[in-house]
């Protein structure tokens, strides 16, 4: 069993920065490829960052491309999501998952991720 806990969320202005963290316990996430998803109100779980299981490799979503930047310590079992130049489209529900396969490559889909973080909201005003 993997438990996933998600930090650093909060209310931020817009342009601002947060960093989020994800902690896992139960396992170790080495071999595995991560994912940062996030969910606004009355919208579908969207894909964020994903990153491969020794950070050599990154996919981003067009919205954040050049502003969010995902990383990962394994020796910490952790894995971040640096948010900058914030805007209110930004404000969402994140949540960091775990795939389901290990090895060298990264996804983009809910479907390939089989453990979820709780979530963490984070809120940027205007």
């Known amino acids: 069993q993997v438990q996933l806990v998600e930090s650093g969320g909060g209310l931020v202005q817009a342009g601002g920065s947060l960093r989020l963290s994800c902690a896992a316990s139960g396992r170790t996430l080495s071999m595995y490829a991560m994912g940062w998803f996030r969910q606004a109100p009355g919208k579908e779980r969207e894909f964020v960052a994903t990153?491969?299981?020794?950070?050599?490799?990154?996919s981003y979503a067009d919205s954040v491309k050049g502003r969010f930047t995902i990383s990962r310590d394994n020796a910490k079992n952790t894995v971040y999501l640096q948010m900058n130049s914030l805007t209110p489209e930004d404000t969402a529900v994140y949540y960091c998952a775990k795939s389901r396969l290990y090895g060298s490559s990264w996804y983009r889909d809910t479907g390939e991720y089989d453990y979820w973080g709780q979530g963490t909201q984070v809120t940027v005003s205007s």
């Open positions: 990153i491969n299981w020794n950070g050599g490799s990154t």
